[in-house]
Structure formats: structure tokens, C-alpha cells
């Protein structure tokens, strides 16, 4: 697909991290971006940089989702490219024994619903949303294409860590469903694929201790250092313009292979 002004963009998680590096790539070669997500300070700004619209959205809200697709479409049409970068985290043991105190306590199970709702269900809600908006437009070229999406992993999928169980379930559930989802849109033009990060340079990872940090930057075998989100970027923009990429997951992860912990 030609990345251009006549084409339009949504970038879930678009305020920060991997998904404004996707936002502010797009937006260069002159596409228009909406960005989703929560944090409405940051995604306005984002969104105003780029020259594109943000759309405050909880992606596990169905209402929220709608609305915020209505608003993206008219500021700038129906999109033709959707990028999932919306996701959350928490790294809990399945179940543990207090050392001090003996106690015994299993992940809560609120809090892995709440995981595979916005990483897993999210992104599938608006998958299938967009996919929908996009069955009427016009095909593009000889190939017929209509649209591309490119959803987010992690590496987490297959080298899951300890406490990752419901992390690892939510990135793994969207590998599962990439093939299908592929399957299902074959016939109508609608390309997927599926990024697994390694260890990224994001805002949450910046918040972990700098000793921390540098081991975990020591780890990958090489480079040695963190992903940059812009090479997140260059990845998903190349799964969009190459029309035979499809159905396919790429891990951009350093060659790393996580240990259990």
C-alpha cells in the first residue's frame, strides 16, 4: 500500500511509545493519523504534532471504540490502516507463599481479566471494527487491496517469564487469532500481521531502576541496548507498504530469548 495523503490511519495506544513512533511515521509520508487511547493530555498533544485527531477510548468499551471510530472517520475518512499498540501489564505468579509471613494468595483473577481484555479483546474489538469500515472502500491497485492492519505481541508469547501467565496469555491469544483473521479477510483485501517486540525503550521501561535497566539492556545478545521505538515503526510501516506481507508475526527483539526470570 502507498503511503500517502489520500490514506487514512488509527493508532490505538497512539499517545506514547511504540504507538506515537507508528503515529509520527505515518504522519511523514502524509497520511492521517487518529491516535486512541486513554491518556488525553498526551494523545492530544501527540495528535496536534502530527496534525492528526486523538480520540480518548478505552478499548475494552464497545461505546468508547464506536465512538472514537466516528470520530477518527469524520475528521478523515474511513482508514485504511490500523496499527494495535494499546496494551497493559502485570507481573503476578500464578500462586506464591509469603516468605515472611507463610500466607498463600493466587494471581487475582480481576486483574488477569483485566489484561486480556484491553491486550486480547481490545485489540480484536478493534480489529474487527475497523475491518468492517473497511470492507467498503474501493480496492486499490491490480491486487485489490483494501487495507492493512498490524497488531502488537511481544515475545512474551513464546518465552513467557515468571508472573507473565496472564501478560504471556493476552500476547499469545493475539498470535492465535492473526492466521484466522488473515484467513477471514482474504477475500476482501485486508492484510494482517503481528509484531513481537523484545525489550523497547518505552515509557514503562523507563520507569524501572537504571541497574535494572542495564541488565536487561545487557541481556539482548546483540545490539546491546534497548529497541528504539522508531524501529518499531520502520517494521510496522514496511508490513503496511509490502502488499505480499500477510498473516505473518516477526519477532524485533535483538535475537533475545527470555529466560524464566
Known amino acids: 500500500m502507498e503511503l500517502n495523503s489520500s490514506v487514512a490511519a488509527v493508532v490505538t495506544g497512539g499517545a506514547s511509545g511504540l504507538g506515537a513512533a507508528t503515529a509520527r511515521a505515518l504522519a511523514a509520508h502524509g497520511v492521517k493519523v487518529a491516535i486512541f487511547d486513554m491518556n488525553e493530555p498526551i494523545g492530544e498533544a ?17 461505546e468508547e471504540v464506536d465512538a472514537a471510530f466516528a470520530k477518527a472517520r469524520a475528521a478523515h475518512g474511513q482508514e485504511r490502516i490500523l496499527v494495535n499498540c494499546a496494551g497493559i ?5 500464578t500462586a506464591s507463599r509469603d516468605k515472611t509471613t507463610g500466607e498463600t494468595k493466587h494471581f487475582p483473577l480481576e486483574i488477569f481479566n483485566r489484561i486480556i481484555q484491553v491486550n486480547l479483546v481490545g485489540t480484536f474489538r478493534c480489529i474487527a471494527k475497523s475491518a468492517k469500515g473497511m470492507l467498503d472502500l474501493e480496492p486499490l491497485g491490480e491486487s485489490g487491496e483494501r487495507g492493512a492492519i498490524v497488531s502488537t505481541g511481544s515475545v512474551a508469547a513464546l518465552d513467557g517469564q515468571v508472573g507473565q501467565a496472564a501478560y504471556s496469555a493476552s500476547k499469545g491469544g493475539i498470535l492465535g ?7 477471514d479477510l482474504m477475500n476482501d483485501g485486508i492484510r494482517a500481521n503481528v509484531i513481537l517486540p523484545g525489550i523497547f525503550d518505552t515509557p514503562l521501561m523507563k520507569g524501572a531502576p537504571p541497574n535494572v535497566q542495564a541488565v536487561l539492556a545487557a541481556s539482548v545478545p546483540f545490539p546491546k541496548r534497548f529497541g528504539n521505538p522508531d524501529e518499531y515503526a520502520s517494521l510496522a510501516l514496511e508490513m503496511i507498504r509490502n502488499g505480499y506481507f500477510n498473516g505473518e508475526y516477526v519477532r524485533l527483539d535483538g535475537a533475545i530469548r527470555m529466560p524464566p526470570r
Not at 501489564?89 to 505468579?93: D, E, L, R, S, Y
Open 46 to 62: 501527540a495528535a496536534k504534532e502530527i496534525g492528526g485527531v486523538f480520540c480518548k477510548v478505552d478499548v475494552t468499551s464497545d
Open 89 to 93: 501489564g502485570a507481573a503476578v505468579k
Open 177 to 183: 487469532m492473526l492466521l484466522p483473521v488473515a484467513r
